[in-house]
């Protein structure tokens, strides 16, 4: 079973850091993309930050200059460090993994999620 979980949420002051972890199932893990997504109850699930599977790193403009993703493809497992938190911060943040399987003609795309680590910054 396709499985991702996330781990490394839990509570910081503003100004301090936390590194989350996702750790992913092999067969999807070398897909097209990895992120992290994060997502306050009652509003819309935002993207964070994503890296594809060459290395190549996108991030929403409220976290460049402090969250840095990166990835180990040796422990199929992508990273998320935050420092410099914010209060805005604070989130349930989930993993994604997004790519293409090529068991068929045309290709099939996926998308999974885990089910999210939360992440709190007081200030």
């Known amino acids: 079973q396709v499985q991702l979980v996330e781990s490394g949420g839990g509570l910081a002051q503003a100004g301090g850091s936390l590194r989350l972890s996702c750790a992913a199932s092999k067969s999807i893990f070398r897909g097209i993309a990895m992120g992290w997504f994060r997502q306050v109850t009652g509003k819309q699930r935002e993207l964070v930050a994503t890296i594809t599977n060459v290395g190549s790193t996108n991030y929403t403009d409220s976290v460049k200059g402090r969250f840095t993703i990166s990835r180990d493809n040796a422990k199929n497992t992508v990273y998320l460090q935050m420092n410099n938190l914010k209060a805005e911060d604070t989130a349930v943040y989930y993993c994604?993994?997004?790519?293409?399987?090529?068991?068929?003609?045309?290709?099939?795309?996926?998308?999974?999620w885990g089910q999210g680590t939360q992440v709190t910054v007081s200030s």
């Open positions: 994604n993994a997004r790519g293409l399987l090529f068991d068929s003609v045309p290709p099939r795309e996926y998308e999974y």
